[in-house]
């Protein structure tokens, strides 16, 4: 995989970050690459989130990119806020077609065949899989992988260190992503060192999972 999907993958970790302050950006981000993970989908769903995402943008060597994004307009704010890359919970059409005018990374998210097919038909191989717990978990993503063999999935949603296991042993999942190292009780109390620690943690995870497969 190359490019900005490339590099979103790397590390097969994606935090979901929900900031409530832009002023906790920087050190979200200088904590998450304390702890060896160097991306962060900074999340819409507070007001927050596009003056985090420009706090990021020139954060070096990390990528930052826009979840939980649901229209439009917020992809418009989010890519001229220095996003490389969007996320949306679900597939909307006119997501997906703006982040491609834009050229920009979309990773929509699919649970049914149906909204696979469509996104397939935007070209689009590589998707969320959310909530991925209530969606029958890896089974699920393992079924879909009969029908799709081309598709590859990043499930979020009720995933952890305890389990990131049985989605990353999937050949069909890239990465996994969830908010469990960055929660934002966490990022409220100031916790940065609770943050590094789970963020080496789930590094950890991700490695030894890797290992497994090998
Ligand atoms: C997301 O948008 O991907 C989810 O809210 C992340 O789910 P989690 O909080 O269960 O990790």
Do not use: C, H
């Amino acid at each position: 995989m190359s490019g900005v999907l490339g590099e979103m993958v790397a590390d097969r970790l994606v935090p979901v970050v929900v900031l409530e302050s832009a002023a906790d950006a920087r050190p979200l981000g200088d904590t998450l690459a304390t702890g060896g993970i160097r991306v962060a989908e900074v999340t819409l769903r507070s007001d927050a989130g596009i003056e985090s995402i420009r706090a990021l943008a020139d954060l070096p060597d990390f990528l930052v990119g826009a979840g939980t994004v649901i229209n439009a307009e917020q992809v418009d704010r989010a890519v001229d806020a220095g996003a490389r890359f969007i996320v949306s919970p679900g597939l909307l059409p006119e997501v997906v077609l703006r982040a491609q005018e834009l050229g920009v990374t979309v990773v929509p998210g699919t649970v049914t065949p149906s909204e696979i097919m469509q996104a397939l038909s935007f070209g689009l191989d590589t998707l969320k899989f959310f909530p991925a717990s209530i969606y029958g978990g890896a089974t699920a993503i393992k079924a879909l992988g009969a029908p799709f063999p081309q598709v590859r999935f990043i499930p979020t949603g009720g995933v952890s260190a305890g389990n990131l296991t049985e989605y990353l042993a999937l050949p069909n999942v890239v990465a996994v992503g969830g908010s469990w190292m960055v929660s934002p009780a966490l990022i409220r109390a100031g916790r940065f060192d609770e943050i590094a620690r789970l963020s080496r943690e789930a590094g950890d995870a991700v490695r030894a999972a890797d290992e497994d497969r090998s």
